[in-house]
């Protein structure tokens, strides 16, 4: 059965084992896809990229919103009724 990688680096379950951080810096910043018996089981990638992800994830939620509250009525207030 032919599976999708998303990735240019891929590493063996065995060779995560024997050195983790080697194989984390194999993806230069980028995804590592872990094979097990020749079949994506996860993706390894670094905690910068991962901070990156999520923070995308939030700009794209918080874009949701204002999009969903574009159209809502403006209510004026002054500073010393916050």
């Known amino acids: ?18 050195n983790p951080m080697g ?6 910043g980028f995804p590592v896809a872990i094979l097990n018996r ?21 700009d794209a939620e918080l874009n949701d919103i204002a999009d969903q509250r574009k159209h809502q009525a403006e209510i004026k207030v002054t500073v010393d009724e916050l």
């Open 23 to 28: 194989t984390v810096a194999e993806g230069e």
């Open 38 to 58: 020749n079949e994506p089981a996860f993706y390894c990638i670094p905690a910068a990229t991962y901070e990156a992800i999520l923070d995308r994830l939030e």
């Open 1 to 18: 059965m032919a599976h999708s990688i998303y990735s240019t680096v891929t590493a063996s379950i065995t060779e995560l084992k024997r």
